[in-house]
């Protein structure tokens, strides 16, 4: 994500009236600025970076290297490039004068080593020194540790506890105190939860305490701690494609996810906005991060909606509604689908199957309202200049590294590998790019022969090969500084039970009812969205929410389908809401304005939970709750087709405008067709099309009559 987060709308004119530096204040919100290094701490940061990339990539298209070196080597080099890159406090931290005011007192050889401007100072290098002696331990005495796990010896604790702080720095530096508080609540929560049994309510979370060796060496050592699950699926998943998504960046394969929505819609109603749904859906689907997809396709759309007469506000909140759809997306979604295959021990590419309807059928939500949303102010498309079939026969080939990942899925090979062939093809797609092309089409033009010509394309994709490399090991550094905290808060909830009994009170909550739990469950990823990244949301949420779900009756898949779909809800949720904030940097707009625009417009993620839990046939889950096993795929067709038609018919009503504006009465009538479309029966289907299109009927014929009553001239008597 860290590319789009530089770039900051790299593209974008100044005509298009985009606020650079507002963006970039709200985007390091999601992502604090890093040091710009002197020459000699750059050259350590590439080549760490070249070589940690290149390490999981080889092992990835070859075979993983043994557990330890696999999960270690990533926690520690990303330990180090975090201590290299982010400095110790940000620049509008409270302790940055004091800082300031100590650096600037000292004489100048010493403030060279203490507080050096542009590389890391004695405080970083001593940290560094640590994490080469923490995550090195860990890694040399691997096999001892296992052997004696429940009996770890006076050098494990302090191992232990010293990894503790370290990973507690980490997650500070990169995602500020909130995450690092809650850190530090779990481990305390573990050691004194004794505490809790003489307090009214709370009594209920009590246990009876770990002492502090247990709980250092439990949650840096065992296997649900740091080097735990989320350690697992980021070596052997998430960075993987997060390397991918560098590399289609610079093989030039992004123009397409822009190009062919343009030639797709752009001549339509709202034709702009169109565009931006449908690259957001492509780009989405190899991103998954609602925040890089505003960025990276919204400084075109944006400015390109503003232009054909779409508000500030709402060209803004269009983009982010659009972009938190790429967590759905497959066949890449978001960094949470690869923790829910871990979790429930799903392969990745059933994942990928079960998603692929509800990821249509959000981004169908968002074309319709948009479309609604055009129509009310009476805004047309824009002429391209071009068809999608011209897009298609010119830039096919751009698709490749996309097709690669999705056929190698669905064949049955393991995400890994088809990201690693996924790469390969973007490294032959580079040589397509315009320079390389034109020298391999005309080798004489700049001397030399084929071969020379040859040559010459080969040093510029190898540089872009490396660019790649770095830019991607940055890209990873904000979800791998949460590896730490992660693992404090899955290690907790294991050591102690919690998990069942946040699943008990749930239950109690809701009264035993299904939707009363889902909101619940809405309401806590909402809240807890706004202190932690979406995955660490979808994680902690899903570890003591599923159970509950489960006990309802709801299939645990589904369960951890409605967790992840809520999780996205901070991104464009007010107050917190990181992706429409950075819409509204780029809109020029009101940053609260274009937030609760954005939720307007992103409803059907509140809707489909909902679906999941009492329709589970929309993700191929039968009747034992398991995907694809005993599945009815006539109950399946039906839920399919009743939640088209609902969300259609749901999107349109919701905005309030059919043929004209909606009256509250005619609003009501139609909701109620809309509560009757999603209900899977075909009876019901039928009965909620008669109704809602009865209303747009009348609608129709109202807007008819006014018109003749008023071109019709009076009749004097």
Not at 56 to 85: C, D, H, K, S
Not at 180 to 190: A, D, E, Q, R, S
Not at 681 to 697: H, P, Q, S, Y
Request: proline letters at 5%; hydrophobic letters at 50%.
């Amino acid at each position: 994500m860290a590319s789009e987060l530089q770039g900051l709308g790299a593209g974008a004119s100044e005509g298009d009236g985009i606020d650079q530096e507002k963006l970039k204040e709200y985007l390091e919100q999601e992502e604090p600025p890093t040091r710009v290094l002197n020459p000699f701490w750059a050259a350590v940061v590439a080549a760490m970076s070249i070589g940690m990339a290149g390490f999981y990539i080889y092992t990835a298209g070859t075979l993983p290297a043994p557990v330890e070196w696999q999960r270690g080597i990533y926690v520690m080099l990303t330990f180090l490039l975090v201590l290299m890159l982010y400095p110790s406090f940000g620049k509008k931290s409270r302790f940055k004068p004091l800082v300031a005011r100590f650096s600037d007192s000292l004489p100048a050889p010493l403030r060279a080593v203490l507080a050096p401007k542009n590389g890391p100072g004695l405080l970083d290098l001593i940290l560094m020194a640590t994490t080469v002696v923490v995550v090195g331990y860990f890694i040399l005495n691997f096999p001892s540790l296992q052997n004696r796990a429940g009996a770890y010896n006076q050098t494990d604790f302090l191992i232990s506890a010293v990894g503790l702080v370290l990973s507690l720095e980490i997650a500070r530096r990169v995602l500020g105190w909130p995450m690092t508080i809650i850190g530090v609540f779990f481990i305390l929560y573990l050691r004194f939860g004794f505490v809790l049994y003489d307090l009214p309510i709370l009594d209920t979370f009590a246990h009876r305490g770990q002492p502090w060796q247990r709980v250092a060496t439990v949650l840096f050592l065992d296997q649900e701690g740091v080097f735990g699950v989320m350690a697992n699926v980021l070596v052997s998943y998430v960075i993987l494609f997060i390397f991918f998504g560098a590399f289609l960046s610079k093989s030039g394969a992004s123009r397409f996810f822009i190009d062919l929505p343009l030639a797709l819609a752009g001549r339509s109603t709202g034709g702009p906005a169109k565009v931006a749904v449908i690259s957001s859906a492509l780009f989405g689907s190899i991103s998954g991060s609602a925040i890089a997809n505003t960025v990276s396709t919204g400084t075109f759309t944006i400015p390109l909606m503003k232009r054909a007469g779409f508000r500030p506000h709402v060209a803004g909140a269009i983009e982010p509604s659009a972009s938190i759809g790429g967590a759905f997306m497959p066949p890449v979604m978001g960094a949470g689908a690869f923790l829910m295959a871990e979790l429930t021990n799903t392969p990745y590419a059933t994942i990928v199957l079960i998603s692929i309807v509800p990821a249509i059928l959000y981004f169908t939500s968002v074309l319709t309202m948009v479309h609604f949303e055009a129509k009310k102010y009476g805004l047309r498309g824009i002429e391209t200049g071009t068809t999608a079939l011209e897009i298609i026969r010119k830039e096919w080939y751009l698709s490749l590294p996309l097709l690669v990942v999705v056929g190698m899925l669905t064949a049955g090979f393991s995400p890994g590998y088809a990201a690693f062939w996924s790469i390969i093809a973007c490294f032959f797609l580079m040589y397509t790019m315009p320079d390389n092309a034109a020298d391999l089409r005309n080798p004489t033009a700049l001397g030399g022969g084929l071969i020379n010509a040859i040559g010459r394309s080969t040093m510029r994709v190898l540089r872009s090969s490396i660019e790649a490399l770095q830019q991607g090991v940055r890209d990873t550094l904000v979800i791998g500084a949460t590896v730490g905290v992660i693992g404090m808060i899955v290690g907790t909830i294991y050591a102690t039970g919690i998990g069942q009994r946040f699943a008990n009170i749930i239950v109690s909550l809701s009264g035993g009812h299904v939707l009363a739990a889902v909101l619940l469950i809405g309401l806590a990823s909402l809240v807890l969205g706004m202190g932690v990244p979406v995955t660490a949301a979808y994680l902690i949420t899903a570890v003591i929410a599923v159970p509950a779900l489960n006990e309802l009756g709801v299939a645990v898949l589904a369960g951890h389908m409605i967790v992840y779909w809520f999780s996205q809800d901070s991104n464009i949720t007010p107050p917190v809401c990181v992706a429409a904030y950075a819409g509204a940097a780029i809109a020029g707009a009101d940053p609260w304005k274009t937030g609760w625009t954005a939720f307007k417009f992103a409803k059907l993620l509140y809707i489909m939970p909902i679906l999941f839990a009492y329709t589970p046939e929309i993700l191929l889950i039968g009747e034992t709750g398991l995907p694809l096993v005993d599945v009815e795929w006539a109950k399946v067709a039906m839920s399919w087709f009743s939640a088209t038609l609902g969300t259609i018919a749901f999107s349109a009503v919701s905005m309030f405008y059919l043929v004209r504006r909606t009256t509250w009465w005619e609003w009501t009538i139609a909701a109620f067709g809309t509560f009757l479309c999603f209900y899977p029966n075909l009876l019901t289907d039928l009965l909620g099309i008669a109704i809602v299109a009865a209303v747009w009927g009348w609608q129709y014929y109202d807007v008819k009559r006014n018109a003749t009553r008023a071109t019709t001239p009076a009749v004097s008597s």
